[in-house]
């Protein structure tokens, strides 16, 4: 019988995009090889995984098979990278309800670094909050 759905994004989904995002600036390419010694999970499942994390939209398509008999461990990403999505789903990014729980402690900052009162309204002139006033 298969795995299930969670078992996949825990055992094998999750560990290949902290490997890829642990290793965003280290070179131009990651093999397949790479991933499955660094995880443990065997090279044709990582390439099925990536396939599948590739086609939803968590890592760049970027992904090169050469001939080499079957064998995928000398196959790579080039440029490997996570997109939004992959950054998101490993905590490297922050999720939009994270960023909402920051709101209120940025808001007593403007308040602070402006020298406002309470009753005082403070805008942001940070770009990523521009419309972000406090009343």
């Known amino acids: 019988m298969g795995q299930q759905a969670g078992d996949l994004w825990e055992e094998r989904a999750l560990p290949i995009l902290r490997y890829i995002g642990a290793h ?3 070179m ?3 093999s397949i090889g790479d991933i499955s010694k660094a995880t443990g999970i065997e090279g044709h499942a990582v390439v099925i995984e990536l396939e599948r ?3 939803a939209g968590y890592i760049p398509p970027e992904l090169t098979k050469t001939f080499t008999g079957g064998d995928p ?3 790579f990403l080039t440029n490997p990278r996570l997109t939004e999505r992959g950054a998101r789903a490993v905590s490297l990014w922050p ?3 994270q960023l909402l ?7 007593e900052t403007l308040r602070t670094t402006r ?3 309470p009753s ?3 805008c942001s002139t940070e770009p990523s909050l521009a419309d972000l006033c406090v009343e």
Not at 101 to 107: N, S
Request: no cysteine; charged share 30%; hydrophobic share 35%.
């Open 24 to 26: 965003e600036t280290d």
């Open 28 to 30: 131009g390419f990651i």
């Open 53 to 55: 994390l590739i086609e």
């Open 73 to 75: 461990s000398s196959w």
């Open 95 to 97: 999720r939009a309800e």
């Open 101 to 107: 729980e920051t709101i209120p402690l940025r808001t």
């Open 115 to 117: 020298g406002a009162t």
């Open 120 to 122: 005082d309204r403070v």
